[in-house]
């Protein structure tokens, strides 16, 4: 069975700081991917990143870094510089290599204030 | 490419009654996924096809659930006899690479059963 933990409900930050957000997961594949998406307040859930196991090399995408270390079964994601226009859920979500479905952490609620 | 649709946005119902949500994937997509997503949870599996078959069910799809894809385009899922407890954002997504693919998504049907 696959798990997905995302231990930080809510965090709440200002402007132009950085944040990190949580992920950890569970799984017996040798085999599998990661992703992050992004839903913000319109619903639309969003794709940022996918992750195979085989890749642990962390990646930077413009004020948004992942940080994904198999030794403590963990995808992290960092945003730098917050801005406003990120406050959203964000979910991080587990496919083990041979199946078709993903499953999802609940959600970190990301609130950037002014 | 205008992305993934769904209709209605949002649904009324009164217990009991049947209601059928619609979904546009993508239009080269051959894999479509339904969703369902409760307030503070992640998005949770119901059911997937590709091309106009149907692969996989949850075992979260009872049998008030149905779910069609006639000719491999759009999709609708039909539900009888509708009950406070299906009150949920349902989401669609479509993908086209094989199993590691990232999907892409709805911006949801939200259904409020009274």
């Known amino acids: 069975a696959q798990k997905v933990t995302q231990a930080q409900t809510e965090i709440s930050v200002v402007e132009k700081e950085d944040v990190t957000l949580d992920c950890v997961y569970e799984t017996r594949d040798t085999t599998y991917y990661l992703f992050w998406y992004k839903q913000p307040p319109s619903g639309e859930l969003v794709f940022l990143i996918r992750r195979n196991s085989f890749d642990e090399q962390n990646e930077i995408s413009g004020r948004y870094s992942w940080n994904f270390q198999k030794s403590t079964s963990s995808f992290n994601f960092t945003i730098t510089a917050s801005q406003v226009v990120d406050s959203a859920v964000y979910f991080c979500?587990?496919?083990?290599?041979?199946?078709?479905?993903?499953?999802f952490g609940r959600g970190t609620s990301l609130i950037v204030h002014p | 490419d205008t992305g993934v649709s769904q209709n209605p946005r949002h649904k009324i119902t009164k217990r009991g009654q049947n209601v059928t949500f619609r979904c546009d994937p993508i239009?080269?997509?051959?894999?479509l996924y339904w969703y369902r997503q409760t307030l503070g949870q992640g998005p949770e599996f119901l059911t997937y096809f590709q091309n106009e078959a149907q692969l996989e069910k949850s075992r979260l799809l009872s049998d008030r659930f149905s779910a069609e894809r006639p000719k491999g385009s759009f999709s609708t899922l039909e539900i009888q006899r509708t009950e406070q407890g299906d009150s949920a954002m349902y989401l669609c997504a479509s993908s086209l690479t094989e199993t590691h693919g990232e999907q892409f998504f709805g911006p949801g049907t939200r259904l409020t059963v009274l």
């Open positions: 979500a587990l496919k083990p290599g041979g199946s078709y479905i993903p499953t």
């Open positions: 239009s080269e997509h051959n894999r």
